[in-house]
């Protein structure tokens, strides 16, 4: 049972979820007759849980599918979640441990059967959380990375790649997550300044009593040392090159060489060279032919090359070494300086670098067409301000290491023979085949071929995505890849450019030549009020399920498309909710008053004039209104549009509208008022819609009777008709009268039901005239011509128009006095920096007319604005 002037919107969400899905709404098949408009979801990880962000973020897709939708577009949103191998596999690998089994101890085959059922206990909770936020997408679709087609896909495109000599296996730095124990590309490792120490210590000249001093942040590296360098400019250290060091702790003799690549202003001048774990002294390495010495195990803890401390932490080994090193009086300084240091994206561990052979993808050819598309817009991207970050990376891409060493994901189709040799190939079957042909040997067979052990890179399979829903990798020509192929919208996050984004559109042109979608709308990141990005550990993330029991569906995705303009962080604040909740409370109230219109309408009833004014005006309200929605979706401003339609709802409908036409107590509504006011409310529930569909979908049916199936998701979106633009332009003048006259009786204490008489004498009388029935009926006043006697009695300022009004109580002149000369002194200010503004040539030569127009009327307005305040001060002296 609803309240009279509230409504309980979760007593019907699930009512009309089921009902949508019940009549196939979401459902798309493709439709020669039709425009497609498609989008993917960008797959949440099957390990998520809803926050904010993807509350955000879908919510702006389902915004869109409905709308192309009710445009009559055969609208397609495809659903999906990603198997995401690193986040996974940990948590299974956690699970395990709390039943006391160590990863170790399975094979892979037992350890992806855990796997697969941790995916299917817990991998559908966000699809479901997913579905109470209302959104629209066809569920028969839902895909996850690791399904069958999808991984056929993964495996083919990788073939390509390789088969093209796009992809190659070698030995490389590259950087290291000893939690997850895996690679992980660049672009997963986050770079944070931190407090480090650089340790200044003692290395012995060999064969002298000397010793050169190293700056090191990293001791625990020592023992894998192979050099030392210097600038051959230093003139500090000439007489120590071509001579040896030794190694401090393990007395290991090396040779001290030059190379300019060494800062001879950072730490002493000196760089120890550890190529196994830095990628600068690689370089150097691979360049003086140097040993590298990799003194680390997969786990971060040393190992046996090491030869000491084999087994401890990398961390706790390097205060074992320095209180060596101490001990030992090799420890000259420590000096406190910030460093940049690397942490996995997923796991939060520093990352090592690592030299080790892994598959990696030559980007730079790949990147030439996804960087060419985007600079000249035939993908285009909102804000455009995110197109000189993708450029940046594009232009200084580096070959992607896409090999992971972990087991659930998608595996690596390489076959190794037994002398080392590989072939790449879809299954085992087609591998045996091409190694027999390979080797000329029949004889082998597939006890002979070992698979490896790794698996791809989470975000290589999801850059299939726009193509592989739709099988557009395994058949080419397929109905639907060329109906649903490219997608229209992309919504996604900032942060994600370089993983997904730029992948996506390189993937599309590699392998369809063409876009994988038309635009891209980045939204922002969700903060707190206090402009903190929201997480866990500072408990600023409120659960969005909690948030949308509490305020209902609709009041949760319009609160947070109050503040979300596109591409700019997202500032959340729960009393945003609340207005959201408020709002559909407003529309729920507006429905009982228009019901309340339909027990008392009269067919016949003539019109009275204020009522077709009225209908007049708020006709072209609502037109000109469309026009801006329709442009504030175009340019995907999709906070600008909410404000747009809840503005028209709330102000001009329920405040101006509904007031108007409202008939005098014990009067019936005109039935073609009635009727009209019915229409106006169906194009405004059907333009809030895509915004709040729970709370429009219920009015509508309550509104008027309807067959099961004349539901509002699948009506028709309204379109701007011609309007009366005079109309728009005189009622600013009438409504901003009625707001003051309002002002002038509140404050002045007099009762509602008084009559106020109201004197003019220069006026423009066209606005007076069309809207002066209304202006009467609702601010309960009788309007006069000239006015004998103009003293003692208050004004109003309407345009270029003054008014009075006498009052029966005794009038505080001087208050009203001071009042009116703080105005004038406002508006001479505001007049001088105008004048300022128009005689400054800059401005009057690179200004558009149409600004400078602009510019100019504020000047005519204030100039109107102080002689009529200035004559109204006359008098009241």
């Given amino acids: 049972m609803q309240k009279k002037n509230k409504v309980d919107t979760k007593s019907f969400e699930n009512k009309w979820y089921a009902h949508w899905q019940e009549k196939g709404y979401f459902e798309s098949n493709p439709n020669p007759k039709k425009q497609p408009y498609t989008i ?14 993807h509350a955000l973020n879908n919510t702006i897709q389902d915004i869109l599918i409905r709308k192309a939708r009710m445009e009559g577009k055969e609208a397609c949103w495809v659903p999906g979640t990603d198997h995401a191998s690193i986040a996974t596999e940990a948590k299974v690998v956690n699970m395990l441990k709390e039943k006391g089994i160590e990863k170790s101890s399975l094979t892979r085959e037992e350890f992806l059967k855990y796997a697969w059922e941790w995916k299917e206990k817990h991998g559908e909770i966000i699809i479901d959380q997913l579905k109470h936020l209302g959104i629209s997408c066809d569920w028969s679709r839902n895909k996850f990375t690791l399904d069958e087609d999808l991984s056929k896909s993964v495996i083919q495109y990788f073939i390509k ?8 296996r070698g030995n490389r730095m590259i950087n290291w997550d000893p939690i997850g124990q895996t690679a992980i590309s660049d672009d997963e490792v986050i770079h944070k300044e931190v407090d480090g120490i650089l340790y200044h210590i003692k290395y012995k ?27 051959p400019n230093d003139k500090r250290y000439l007489d120590i090159v071509e001579k040896h060091a030794i190694v401090p702790l393990i007395n290991k003799k090396i040779p001290i060489i030059q190379d300019e690549y060494v800062s001879m202003d950072f730490g002493t001048g000196c760089l120890k060279v550890t190529p196994a774990h830095d990628i600068n002294d690689a370089k150097l390495g691979i360049k003086h032919k140097l040993e590298s010495i990799d003194i680390l195990n997969d786990d971060g803890t040393l190992n046996k090359n090491a030869q000491i401390f084999i087994g401890e932490d990398r961390f706790e080994a390097r205060k074992k070494i320095i209180q060596k090193l101490k001990e030992n009086n090799l420890v000259v300084k420590e000096e406190k300086y910030k460093q940049n240091i690397g942490f996995s994206e997923r796991t939060n561990a520093i990352v090592e670098p690592k030299i080790s052979k892994q598959w990696f993808i030559k980007m730079e050819e790949l990147t030439k067409p996804a960087l060419t598309n985007v600079l000249n817009e035939n993908i285009k991207f909102h804000p455009n301000k995110f197109i000189n970050m993708y450029k940046s990376w594009m232009n200084n891409v580096k070959d992607w290491c896409i090999s992971r060493q972990l087991w659930w994901g998608h595996r690596i189709p390489a076959y190794y023979l037994k002398d080392g040799s590989f072939v790449v190939a879809e299954n085992i079957e087609k591998a045996l085949s091409k190694a027999q042909n390979i080797t000329n040997d029949k004889t082998l067979t597939k006890k002979d071929l070992k698979q490896d052990e790794d698996v791809l890179d989470t975000w290589f399979s999801s850059s299939l995505w726009p193509i592989s829903v739709f099988n557009g990798v395994i058949e080419s020509n397929n109905e639907e890849i060329k109906y649903y192929y490219p997608t229209n919208d992309l919504v996604t996050a ?19 030549n063409d876009k994988p979608f038309n635009n891209v709308y980045f939204t922002g990141i969700v903060r707190d009020k206090e402009k903190r990005k929201m997480s866990k550990s500072l408990g600023n993330s409120p659960d969005p399920i909690k948030l949308m029991d509490k305020y209902g569906v609709d009041g949760v995705r319009s609160g947070m498309l109050f503040c979300a303009p596109a591409g700019n962080d997202l500032l959340f604040d729960e009393k945003l909710c609340e207005q959201g909740r408020n709002f559909s409370n407003k529309i729920w109230n507006a429905f009982n008053l228009i019901k309340l219109f339909s027990k008392n309408s009269d067919k016949n009833r003539k019109t009275k004039k204020k009522d077709e004014i009225a209908i007049k005006w708020f006709e072209a309200k609502l037109n000109h209104d469309l026009e801006n929605i ?3 979706f175009k340019n995907f401003r999709l906070s600008e549009a909410l404000m747009i339609v809840y503005k028209l709802v709330w102000d001009d409908f329920c405040s101006w509208y509904l007031e108007m036409i409202k008939p005098a107590f014990k009067e019936k509504i005109p039935q073609q008022v009635y009727n009209k006011t019915i229409e106006f409310f169906e194009i405004l529930l059907k333009i809030l819609h895509p915004f709040m569909p729970f709370i429009t979908e219920e009015v509508w049916h309550l509104i008027k009777e309807r067959k099961e199936d004349e539901c509002l998701i699948i009506s028709s979106w309204p379109s701007s008709q011609k309007y009366d633009q005079n109309i728009l332009k005189t009622s600013e003048y009438a409504f901003e009268f009625i707001t003051k006259l309002r002002k002038l009786r509140s404050d002045n ?20 005239e069309t809207f002066k029935d209304n202006i009467q009926n609702l601010c309960c006043c009788k309007f006069e011509e000239n006015m004998s006697d103009q003293k003692n009695n208050l004004s109003l300022n309407i345009g270029d128009s003054i008014f009075y009004v006498p009052i029966k109580k005794n009038i505080n002149f001087k208050e009203e006095q001071i009042k009116i000369e703080k105005e004038i002194k406002y508006y001479k200010e505001f007049l001088t920096s105008i004048i300022k503004k128009l005689k400054n040539e800059m401005f009057i030569n690179n200004a558009p007319k149409k600004v400078i127009d602009i510019e100019n009327k504020k000047k005519n307005d204030a100039e109107l604005k102080i002689k009529n305040l200035e004559k109204t001060l006359e008098s009241l002296i």
């Fill in 205 to 231: 000249i060999s064969d002298s009593n000397k010793y050169v001093i190293i700056a090191t942040s990293r001791p625990e590296t020592i023992m894998g040392d192979v050099a030392i360098c210097v600038n």
């Fill in 630 to 632: 329709q442009s504030s």
């Fill in 40 to 53: 993917v979801m960008p797959p949440p990880n099957v390990t998520g849980i809803l926050h904010m962000g």
């Fill in 161 to 168: 790649l390789y088969d093209e000599e796009y992809i190659y």
């Fill in 494 to 512: 900032p942060e994600i450019i370089f993983f997904w984004v730029a992948r996506m559109i390189i993937a599309g042109y590699k392998l369809k």
């Fill in 749 to 768: 204490n007099i009762s509602n039901k008084e009559i106020i008489n109201v004197y003019y004498d220069s006026i423009n009388k066209k606005w007076l």
